[in-house]
């Protein structure tokens, strides 16, 4: 079976078992997948079982194996995003998530465990669009993100906080302070349709807190966060400045600081001027 996808002009595939395919659709970017047994055209990623483990190939080159499924499918994510950011180049990759609502869009930037996925999938159950998780593609000419709907990983305690959050089996990665897992979230469990591409209105900086306020940030602080947060400054060199320089004095920018989740939808909201 053939998993299909197309983002933003790029085309590839997946060719796996119909089992294995069938588990790749549902945790590997599911937001833009079509199932076909129809043989697409652009670059195949095609996975065979070996025994108990894997094999992976790009076309005929072979990339790697994986002992099982648990190793497969966050190798065949990692490798899939990366294949796709490498042909994104006209676009400023930042560490972020978006979110949109109306066409006005929020880049949620920050390090590991600042609460952006977290923050987005709140904001999505409150009906606002999530575009993208964990990679914002920022078009340096203007202030406009484009959507990137990998998959979404939330540890357990988000899952706990957000009970209406539908999730699949977890996944055992090593993080800073060990064995972590963190689970994949079905897209279709949040309320809101985002768009392709949309203005980017609001950059902020997500932080838990003992309270939950809005905080506004100074350029100088907003522009050192987001240069940290690039991925490709090095490869974009100018035009990623540029695309930052443009989000700082262009948009608004302010930490989200919260104690729960519950209520980020209605303080983002007000910020924006908008109805909760």
Known sequence: MNVRYSLHGVRFSIDADD????????????????????????????VRSEGRGF????????????????????????????????RFRRYVHVHAAVVERRGRAVVLAGGPDAGKTSLACALGLAGWGVMS??????EPRGLTAASFPRAMLVKSGTARRLPELRITEPRRVLLNEGMTSLRYVDPESLSGAAREQAKIAVVAFPEWSKKSAIVPVGEREAMERLLRASFNTGKCGKAAVDACVGLVRGATLFRVQTSGLREAPRLISEAMGMRP
């Open 133 to 138: 998780d964990e990679v914002a593609l920022i």
């Open 55 to 86: 094999s992976v190939r790009l076309g005929r080159r072979p990339l790697w194996r994986a002992k099982n499924k648990a190793e497969l499918l966050p190798w065949l994510e990692s490798e899939i995003v990366n294949w796709l950011l490498r």
């Open 19 to 46: 089992r294995t395919a069938d588990e790749i659709a549902r945790v590997v970017m599911p937001a833009c997948v079509k199932v076909s047994r129809r043989r697409p055209g652009g670059s195949t990623f095609v």
